[in-house]
C-alpha cells in the first residue's frame, strides 16, 4: 500500500495548512513516531545482556527505511538533562526490510555518562532521535568465502548482524571468530554465539577471556588461524587492538584484506582550501587541509572541543566562527560571517580561520 | 564620549562599570549552569499547548460554523483561539527560539539555525534586523532601525519633518498590519529609497518576504475558507479577527520596549569603544519593563521583562522572572534607574510620544529623562557600516556566503 499512496504529494499538499511547519509537526502529537522531520524512535525494550550491557529494542518510527546492511552504525540521541546528546552504536539486529524493530547492543563505559544512561536510564516508551545507518564495515554480497572476525569487548555488535544476517540465510562461509572479552560474564552475546556455532559446521569460534588469557597476540595468528592471510578480515573493537592489527596486516602486506570499523562520517561535498585555523582562547594554531573537518583539527591540536552525533544533526559541536570562511563538507555551503555559528563536525576551512574556543 | 558620560552614569566609576558587568556575567553563568530538565519541559510543553489551540481553533471554524444555531459561537471561539495561537507561537515561542534560547538543548526541531514563525517575515530577515541590527545596537540612533521602525519620529533627537504630522494615522496602520510591517522591516526601505541598498541583496530578500507571504495568505484567506465550502465568509472573518488581535497585541507589547518615558537613546560616539559592561548599561537605559502576572508575561513571550531579555537575549525565557529580581537589586546598589510602570501606562507613554513628536519639538515639552543633544540626520546605516555582531545576541545566518553573491 506504502507504493499506491504518493506519501510526499500528500504531505506537501498538507503543508499548505500547516506552513510553515509541516504536517508532521502536528501529527506527532497524536503519536510521536508519525513524524519525517526527524528520525525518531520509541525503545520497545531494554534487554540486559551483561552487567554492564544492554541491548535497545528500538521500533523506529516515519521514514526510517529499514534498508541498513550488517554491520552500519546509526546514531542514537537521547535526552540526558533536558539536552540531546548523541552517540553512534552499531546496529546488532540483522537487516530485513519488513522489520519493524533494530536493536543496538551498549556497553555502559566507565565515567560515559551517555553509555551509562542509554544503559541504565532508558525505561520502554522513551522516545529517542535516530540518525540514518552509517558506515561501510558491511558484510559484502555475496559474502566471501572465507572470512575472519576479529572482536574485541563490544566491537562485537557489527559483527553480530552480520553473524546473525548468515545465520538467518543459513549459508555461513567458512567464518572464523577470535573474540576477546574480560571475563566470561561480560562477553556480550556468549549464549547466542555459542548456539551459532553448534549449528553450523563452518563457523569456528575462539574465545579468549583477557584478564586470565591475556591479550591477543597477534603472532599467535597463524596458530589460531593458520590461514589468516588467505581470509577477508573484519576488525572492531579498542583503538590499540585495531592499531596494532592494522600494524600487522600492513607488514604482512595484506592491508586490502582488512576492513576496520572506523566511526567516521562519509562527506560527499568538495573540500575546502584549507588554511591555518586559530583557536583564539587555547591560543593553539593547527594547520587544516580543506578535507579534514574543523572538529578532527581541534582534537588533534588538543583543543577541548564540545562534540556530539558527528554528522551534522545535533549542534552539539557548534562554536562561533570569528573571522574567516568555511566550507559544509555536506553541501558545499559556505559560511563567512564574522561571529556566525558554525557545526564543526561538518565543516573545513576555505582559507585561514579564527574560532571561538 | 562614551556610555559612561551619559547624565545617568556620571556617579559611575569605570571600575564600578566593570564590577557591575562582572555582576551581569555571573547572572548569566548562573542560568547556564542551571538550564535542564524543567526548562526543556516549559518549552516543549508550550509548543504542545500553542499547536493543540491552532488544531481546535481550525477544527471549530471547519466543523462548528456549518449549524445556524452554532456558526456565531464556533467563529467566536475558532478565531480566539486561533489569536491565541499565533499570540503565543510568535511572541513566546518564535521570537525566543531565534533568540537561540533553547539551542543548549541541541533539538533540531526547537533550534535557531531553522525555526520558521507563524508570521509574514522569513526568520533569516528577522534574526538579522532583531538579534544584530536591533540588540547590539539598542536605541542608538542611525544605527537601530526600532527606533520608530523608518515610519516614526519615536526620538527628539531625529530631526522633524513635515511628513510626521501623519504620525498618529501611520501609528494606526502599523498597529493593525503589523505583521507585514515586519515583514518589510529587514528590507530598510529607508535605504532602498535613496539607493543605497545593494540590489542583489534587496531581490533576494523579496523573494523570501513574496514565498513566505504567499503562503501565509494562502492559508489564511485561501485554503481554509475554501476547506469550509459555504461557509468561507465566517471563517475568513475568523481568520482576519485572529491575524488582527495578534498584530495589535504583539504592536502593544513592542512598543512597550523602548517607546515609554525612561528608555534612552544614545549616538554612535556613545558606542565608540563600547565594552561588554558599558553595552549592559546600554541595555539597561535602553529598554523599559511592564508588570503583569505569569500569564500576562508569557502571553507576551516574557518582553515585560525587556530589560532582562536585553541583557540577556539569549537566556531562556521563563528565567527572565527571577533574574529580573537580581538585576533590578543591581540597579538599586549601583543607583541606576530601572524602568518599569503597567502595561497601559507604558503604552500610554509610547502613544504620547508619538503623538507629540509628530510635530517640532519647539511645540511640546520632552517627558524623556535624558539630555538634549544636537538634532540628527536620520540616515540609516549599512551592515558594512557598522561594527561586527558580538556574540550572546542569538545565532544568525545571512544565508550561505554563494547564496548572497548567487541571488
Known amino acids: 500500500m506504502a507504493n499506491t499512496i504518493p506519501w510526499e504529494r500528500v504531505r506537501r499538499a498538507g503543508s499548505k495548512l500547516t506552513t510553515p511547519l509541516l504536517p508532521d509537526d502536528y501529527l506527532r502529537l497524536v503519536n510521536p513516531l508519525w513524524t519525517t522531520r526527524e528520525l525518531r524512535g520509541r525503545i520497545e525494550k531494554v534487554v540486559p545482556e551483561t552487567e554492564d550491557a544492554a541491548t535497545l529494542v528500538i521500533r523506529p518510527g516515519w521514514g526510517w527505511r529499514h534498508d541498513h546492511r550488517a554491520g552500519q552504525y546509526v546514531g542514537i540521541g537521547v535526552q540526558v538533562d533536558g539536552k540531546f546528546v548523541w552517540r553512534s552504536y552499531s546496529v546488532s539486529s540483522p537487516p530485513k526490510r519488513s522489520g519493524r524493530h533494530i536493536a543496538i547492543t551498549v556497553r555502559a563505559m566507565p565515567e560515559g555518562f551517555v553509555s551509562d544512561h542509554l544503559v541504565n536510564g532508558l525505561s520502554p516508551g522513551t522516545i529517542v532521535r535516530l540518525a540514518s545507518p552509517e558506515g561501510d564495515f558491511v558484510l559484502p554480497e555475496p559474502p566471501p568465502a572465507k572470512m575472519l572476525f576479529l572482536v574485541g569487548g563490544s566491537g562485537v555488535t557489527p559483527v553480530m548482524a552480520m553473524l546473525r544476517t548468515l545465520d538467518r540465510r543459513g549459508t555461513v562461509p567458512d567464518v572464523v571468530l577470535h573474540y576477546s572479552s574480560p571475563t566470561e560474564d561480560r562477553m556480550?552475546?556468549?549464549?547466542?554465539?555459542?548456539?551459532?556455532?553448534?549449528?553450523?559446521?563452518?563457523?569456528?569460534?575462539?574465545?579468549?577471556?583477557?584478564?586470565?588469557?591475556?591479550?591477543?597476540?597477534?603472532?599467535?595468528?597463524?596458530?589460531?588461524?593458520?590461514?589468516?592471510?588467505?581470509?577477508?578480515?573484519?576488525?572492531?573493537g579498542p583503538a590499540p587492538m585495531l592499531d596494532a592489527i592494522t600494524e600487522h596486516f600492513e607488514q604482512a602486506g595484506l592491508e586490502e584484506r582488512l576492513h576496520l570499523e572506523r566511526f567516521s562520517l562519509e562527506l560527499g561535498g568538495d573540500g575546502g582550501e584549507g588554511g591555518t585555523i586559530t583557536f583564539q582562547n587555547?591560543?593553539?594554531?593547527?594547520?587544516?587541509?580543506?578535507?579534514?573537518?574543523?572538529?578532527?583539527?581541534?582534537?588533534?591540536?588538543?583543543?577541548?572541543?564540545?562534540?556530539?552525533?558527528?554528522?551534522?544533526i545535533c549542534h552539539t559541536c557548534t562554536v562561533t566562527l570569528v573571522k574567516g570562511k568555511v566550507r559544509d563538507l555536506r553541501n558545499g555551503d559556505e559560511f563567512d560571517q564574522a561571529n556566525e555559528q558554525v557545526q564543526t563536525c561538518v565543516t573545513t576551512a576555505v582559507g585561514d580561520c579564527t574560532l571561538d574556543i | 564620549m562614551a556610555i559612561s558620560d551619559v547624565q545617568e552614569y556620571m556617579h559611575l566609576t569605570d571600575e564600578e562599570i566593570e564590577q557591575l558587568g562582572r555582576e551581569l556575567d555571573a547572572i548569566r553563568k548562573e542560568v547556564e549552569d542551571s538550564r535542564g530538565?524543567?526548562?526543556?519541559?516549559?518549552?516543549?510543553?508550550?509548543?504542545?499547548?500553542?499547536?493543540?489551540?491552532?488544531?481546535a481553533g481550525r477544527l471549530s471554524l471547519l466543523l462548528g460554523t456549518h449549524s445556524k444555531r452554532t456558526r456565531v459561537p464556533a467563529a467566536v471561539t475558532g478565531a480566539t483561539l486561533l489569536g491565541l495561537h499565533k499570540i503565543l507561537e510568535n511572541m513566546e515561542i518564535g521570537h525566543n527560539v531565534m533568540h537561540g534560547q533553547w539551542d543548549w538543548m541541541n533539538d533540531p526541531e526547537i533550534h535557531s539555525s531553522n525555526w520558521e514563525w507563524d508570521t509574514a517575515q522569513p526568520a533569516e530577515q528577522w534574526k538579522h534586523s532583531h538579534n544584530y541590527v536591533h540588540h547590539q545596537f539598542t536605541n542608538v540612533l542611525g544605527y537601530d532601525n526600532d527606533i520608530g521602525y523608518g515610519i516614526l519620529r519615536m526620538a527628539r533627537e531625529q530631526r522633524w519633518s513635515p511628513v510626521n504630522l501623519g504620525q498618529p494615522v501611520y501609528n494606526a496602520a502599523l498597529a493593525?498590519?503589523?505583521?507585514?510591517?515586519?515583514?518589510?522591516?529587514?528590507?530598510?526601505?529607508?535605504?532602498?529609497?535613496?539607493?543605497?541598498?545593494?540590489?542583489?541583496?534587496?531581490?533576494?530578500?523579496?523573494?523570501?518576504?513574496?514565498?513566505?507571504?504567499?503562503?501565509?495568505?494562502?492559508?489564511?484567506?485561501?485554503?481554509?475558507?475554501?476547506?469550509?465550502?459555504?461557509?468561507?465568509?465566517t471563517t475568513m472573518a475568523a481568520n482576519v479577527a485572529a491575524n488582527l488581535t495578534r498584530n495589535l497585541w504583539s504592536y502593544v507589547i513592542i512598543f512597550c520596549g523602548h517607546f515609554p518615558d525612561g528608555a534612552m537613546h544614545f549616538t554612535e560616539e556613545e558606542i565608540e569603544d563600547e565594552t561588554r559592561a558599558e553595552w549592559y548599561l546600554r541595555q539597561i537605559l535602553g529598554a523599559a519593563n511592564f508588570e503583569g502576572g505569569p500569564l500576562l508575561h508569557i502571553m507576551s513571550g516574557n518582553l515585560g521583562y525587556q530589560i532582562e531579555h536585553h541583557l540577556f537575549p539569549d537566556l531562556p525565557s521563563n528565567r527572565y522572572g527571577e533574574i529580573s529580581v537580581k538585576v533590578k537589586a543591581l540597579c538599586e546598589k549601583y543607583d541606576i534607574p530601572y524602568t518599569i510602570g503597567p502595561l497601559h501606562r507604558q503604552y500610554g507613554q509610547a502613544l504620547r510620544t508619538i503623538v507629540k513628536l509628530s510635530v517640532p519639538n519647539s511645540w511640546t515639552s520632552s517627558d524623556q529623562p535624558e539630555p538634549p543633544t544636537p538634532p540628527r540626520s536620520r540616515r540609516r546605516r549599512s551592515d558594512s557600516e557598522r561594527p561586527d555582531r558580538i556574540r550572546q545576541l542569538g545565532a544568525w545566518s545571512r544565508g550561505t556566503s554563494q547564496e548572497r553573491k548567487a541571488s
Not at chain 1, 588469557?213 to 581470509?231: I, K, T, V, Y
Not at chain 2, 530578500?205 to 489564511?220: E, M, V
Request: hydrophobic residues 35%; proline residues 4%; negative net charge.
Open chain 1, 188 to 236: 556480550i552475546f556468549r549464549e547466542e554465539i555459542e548456539r551459532l556455532e553448534q549449528a553450523h559446521e563452518s563457523l569456528t569460534v575462539h574465545k579468549q577471556f583477557t584478564e586470565t588469557d591475556g591479550m591477543l597476540e597477534l603472532s599467535d595468528l597463524d596458530r589460531l588461524c593458520p590461514d589468516w592471510r588467505e581470509r577477508e578480515t573484519y576488525a572492531c
Open chain 2, 37 to 55: 530538565p524543567e526548562d526543556a519541559a516549559y518549552i516543549n510543553r508550550l509548543i504542545r499547548i500553542q499547536r493543540y489551540l491552532a488544531v
Open chain 2, 176 to 233: 493593525t498590519l503589523f505583521q507585514w510591517g515586519v515583514a518589510l522591516h529587514d528590507l530598510d526601505i529607508e535605504r532602498i529609497r535613496k539607493g543605497e541598498k545593494d540590489p542583489k541583496e534587496m531581490k533576494r530578500q523579496l523573494k523570501q518576504i513574496f514565498r513566505k507571504g504567499r503562503n501565509q495568505i494562502l492559508k489564511d484567506y485561501v485554503v481554509y475558507p475554501a476547506l469550509a465550502g459555504p461557509q468561507w465568509r
Open chain 1, 282 to 312: 587555547s591560543g593553539k594554531q593547527v594547520e587544516l587541509d580543506g578535507a579534514t573537518t574543523i572538529l578532527e583539527a581541534g582534537e588533534e591540536a588538543g583543543v577541548g572541543m564540545p562534540y556530539g552525533c558527528r554528522m551534522g
